[in-house]
């Protein structure tokens, strides 16, 4: 698995969207997808919708195929993190070192699942999921209020003096995570349930 880390940048989410409508780019695309059997290199989600394909060194320029990778909708989203109110999904910035990113990722793909078709372990899967948005309240607490989300906080890493990035990266955004939001991802839990079911069936 790749690593996952989030990322603010002023314009790679344009880049990555201008890309997304290029000519020829939905082949290329498709190719990626199918190299890597549609299953996400970060989290190990596999589902043959609402995949991305995305640029692993962030360079939206560099289009080489070794540099192109799969992605879900829940880890795209935080490669570009000032944009997830704009994008196909949501979350709130929490405060967690001792899970990766990736990790969270797959967990909350895992819940998502439970609560979205009421499995037996819905209350159970609800009851963790709102465990993690407490920690949202130390992000809150320690940059300002309004602060875990992804928007402000992201306003405020890129309004940083360049020099002083690095030390917010470093300081910082390594103990922050995005926690993606159950209820903006409806859709996409829905069509992932009902191509589980259809594999099912066969």
Known sequence: MENLEIRFSKAGYEAFSRREVM???ADFKRKVLERDHFKCRYCGFRATKHMSVVNRDGN???NKMSNMLTACPLCKQCLFVERVPVMDGGGVLILMPEMSQADLNGLCHSLFCAIANATVHERTAQDTYNTLKLRANPVEETYGEGRSDPKVFGEMVLNT???GI???AGR???DLRL???LTDFKQQIKDWSQDAATSASK
């Open 23 to 25: 000519p020829g780019f």
């Open 60 to 62: 939206y320029r560099n």
């Open 161 to 163: 003096p360049i020099d």
């Open 166 to 168: 690095d030390k917010i």
């Open 172 to 174: 910082i955004l390594k």
């Open 179 to 181: 926690l993606p939001k």
